[in-house]
């Protein structure tokens, strides 16, 4: 992957960040404001999500600048990986969300509080339209880079906390059954969790340097062993620095007589071919390294 692509990957995402955190940040403040005076729990819910996802992307836009610093003599990759890191804390403030809301909402059944119905619909109607737009603006980037795609997914949950908000707020309206309040928070809060799990899994996988999703480690084997004048290979282990970028390493015994540097190129160009797979290192052998010596990763 060329660093103009990386560059340009970066400034995209940078841009619908900051137009999305605009958007988000100026309604907050609306959003918090009603959610007191009208008294619901569902409102004050979704005006919690609308924080996180305030300060999720506010992370995420940070994330993007320091990923953008060059490599140094301390960091040879640079900081592109801190994008995971803003990721994995999006996870967390949207389980910390979830569990304030539980809490909140059985306080709320045990003492029923008075709701002004008509503002709170208002309101989470406003909310929708500005979590529409922002996710209008997130969602070119929110496939190729994880620290976006949390920054998406808590828009996306905010969103569907207005529209249960205002389901709410209607039937309150109608029957005054305030209990719904209550089951509405609830209920976007358990919605969430199962996605944050699946964004806070995601971005554990890309820390422990696991085998990046989409990629078959036994195919890549497979191919490994099945390029020309490939004897044998050990040590193939495939991580990925952050989303876009995964790498792999293997060490590659060659047949007797071979050229080792021909070897070596029909194997990177086969990675990049097959699995998109441009940042690897190969070491060749003529006679394997491992003899003798305890060793890992796959073989």
């Known amino acids: 992957m060329g660093a103009g692509h990386d560059h340009g990957h970066a400034s995209s995402s940078a841009s619908a960040l900051t137009k999305a955190l605009a958007l988000t940040g100026t309604f907050l403040v609306v959003e918090v404001v009603a959610g007191i005076l009208t008294g619901s729990l569902a409102l004050i819910s979704d005006a919690a999500h609308m924080l996180t996802d305030t300060a999720g ?22 900081y592109r990986r801190f994008e995971i890191l803003a990721a994995a804390l999006n996870a967390i403030l949207l ?12 306080q709320r059944v045990l003492a029923p509080t008075e709701i002004a119905s008509l503002p709170m619909f208002v309101v989470a109607s406003l909310g929708l ?22 920054a998406y997914l808590e828009v996306w949950s905010d969103m569907l906390g207005s529209i249960g908000v205002m389901a709410a707020a209607m039937i309150i309206w109608f029957t005054d059954w305030r209990w719904v309040d209550p089951l509405v928070a ?4 358990l919605w969430v969790l199962p996605r944050t799990w699946q964004l806070f899994s995601e971005t554990m996988n890309v820390l422990l340097e696991g085998v990046p999703d989409g990629l078959d480690l036994e195919a890549i084997a497979s191919a490994v062993k099945a390029t020309p004048h490939v004897a044998d290979f050990h040590d193939l282990h495939v991580w990925a620095l952050t989303t876009d970028l995964p790498s792999l390493s293997v060490h590659v015994v060659v047949t007797d007589g071979t050229n080792a540097d ?17 940042h690897v290192t190969i070491q060749i052998e003529n006679v394997d390294c491992r003899d003798g010596v305890e060793h890992h990763g796959l073989h």
């Open 186 to 189: 609830v209920a976007i809060g």
């Open 95 to 106: 389980f910390a969300v979830a569990a304030y809301i539980l809490y909140e909402a059985y």
């Open 262 to 278: 021909e070897v070596r190129q029909r194997v990177a160009a086969m990675l990049s071919r097959q699995f998109k797979i441009t």
């Open 129 to 150: 339209l500005v979590n529409l737009a922002a996710m209008r603006l997130l969602a070119g980037n929110a496939q190729s880079s994880l620290n976006v795609k949390g």
């Open 57 to 78: 992307l506010a992370i995420a836009l940070a994330a993007i600048k320091i990923g953008e610093r060059p490599a140094d003599s301390r960091r040879t990759f640079g």
